[in-house]
């Protein structure tokens, strides 16, 4: 499946989407996934497209669902 990752407006993390349904986002200066597991964002279906807000922290996740 393709998937579409993406990078913050700050550039300080990349966002990417899963087949499993819970996005993964990592920290691009050093390397490592940031724990965003708080956010209880585990969707049934996978992922297939996720995108920043270019002003706010906020973000926009698609997919579908079973």
């Keep these: 499946m393709l998937l579409n990752a993406k990078i913050s407006p700050d550039f300080k993390y990349l966002l990417a989407p899963s087949e499993s349904g819970k996005p993964v986002m990592w920290d691009v200066f050093t390397g490592l996934t ?13 992922l297939t497209c996720c995108d920043w807000h270019p002003k706010y922290n906020l973000v926009a996740l698609s997919g579908f669902v079973e």
């Design 34 to 46: 940031v724990d965003i597991d708080f956010l209880n964002l585990n969707i049934k279906g996978p």
